[in-house]
């Protein structure tokens, strides 16, 4: 069976398992080309046409590892050349008024949210914050997705309301 035969008829069963190797679609091509042109090149050490699959697999899995080991080495082959060229390495944390000024919007989303009566307040939370899809919230509450819907666009808009009115008043004022 000639090569080509082989790798249309197992290429997309490898990449598949690759997607789940590689934990992305992007890496996941890039293996699987990698591995069938090193297949290719060593199709004379396939010792049975039958294992051909297991064999790019293989192959395929050999060439995710080394990506990954690439990945992880990249952040101290790049502070070596920081160090190198003799720059400062930057810390990961924002600038203290950036930690001040994210605080302070994050206590009124709080304090916008606690003000939201109960039906409003549950809905917003658990769709904007934490994600839940309107089916699952309608079940929580008993109500249909179309209330959901409804509630959430009121909350949104009362949320947005009460952080436009907290940070249009003058420092200090309250």
């Not at 290719?40 to 790019?56: E, G, I, N, P, S």
């Not at 934490?130 to 008993?142: F, H, I, N, W």
């Not at 109500?143 to 959901?148: C, E, G, K, L, R």
Request: charged share 30%; aromatic share 6%.
């Amino acid at each position: 069976m000639e090569f080509e035969t082989l790798a249309n008829q197992h290429k997309d069963q490898v990449y598949r398992q690759m997607i789940r190797a590689c934990g992305n679609r992007e890496d996941a091509e890039d293996v699987l080309m990698e591995a069938l042109l090193k297949a290719y090149k060593h199709l004379d050490q396939l010792r049975d046409v039958a294992t051909f699959r297991a064999w790019l697999a293989q192959i395929a899995r050999r060439v995710c590892w080394q990506l990954k080991q690439r990945e992880a080495l990249q952040p101290l082959l790049q502070l070596s050349m920081v160090e190198e060229e003799g720059r400062e390495i930057p810390s990961g944390e924002r600038p203290l008024e950036q930690q001040i000024a994210l605080r302070q919007m994050s206590a009124l989303l709080h304090e916008a949210v606690d003000k939201l009566g109960e039906e409003y307040r549950n809905v917003y939370i658990w769709r904007d914050l934490e994600d839940v899809s309107a089916k699952e919230v309608a079940q929580r509450l008993g109500i249909t997705v179309a209330a959901v819907k409804s509630r959430l666009h009121r909350a949104r808009e009362s949320v947005r309301n009460a952080l436009d009115a907290a940070l249009l008043q003058p420092p200090g004022a309250k």
